[in-house]
Nanobody
Framework: QVQVVESGGGLVQAGGSLRLSCTAS????????MGWFRQAPGKEREGVSW????????YYADSVQGRFTISRDNAKNTLYLQMNSLKPEDTAMYYC????????????????WGQGTLVTVSS
């Protein structure tokens, strides 16, 4: 059974930084591309960033390009998202999941969502 646990969220002022972590179990982590998704209140879940299995290729949504950095440590089965220059519009619940690139962004490839970690950015 695939399980993911996200952590690292919190309350931060605009312009601040946070580092999210996601630990996965029940799968061979280094065989999966991974992604970060977020869901703001009243909005649909959206793909934020993606990284391939080796860490050699990444993708960012336009809204976070240049501010967020995705990385992974396959030895620790852990995915990271460094978020800098945070904006109030980044406020959302953040989730990680095995993911694939699509023409317009990313999509999850397994129905294995964790509880998420809440990021709140105050203005």
């Amino acid at each position: 059974q695939v399980q993911v646990v996200e952590s690292g969220g919190g309350l931060v002022q605009a312009g601040g930084s946070l580092r999210l972590s996601c630990t996965a179990s029940g799968l061979t982590f280094d065989r999966y591309d991974m992604g970060w998704f977020r869901q703001a209140p009243g909005k649909e879940r959206e793909g934020v960033s993606w990284i391939n299995w080796s860490g050699g290729s990444t993708y960012y949504a336009d809204s976070v390009q240049g501010r967020f950095t995705i990385s992974r440590d396959n030895a620790k089965n852990t995915l990271y998202l460094q978020m800098n220059s945070l904006k109030p519009e980044d406020t959302a619940m953040y989730y990680c999941a095995p993911a694939a690139r699509t023409g317009g962004g990313i999509r999850n490839v397994l129905d294995a969502w964790g509880q998420g970690t809440l990021v709140t950015v105050s203005s």
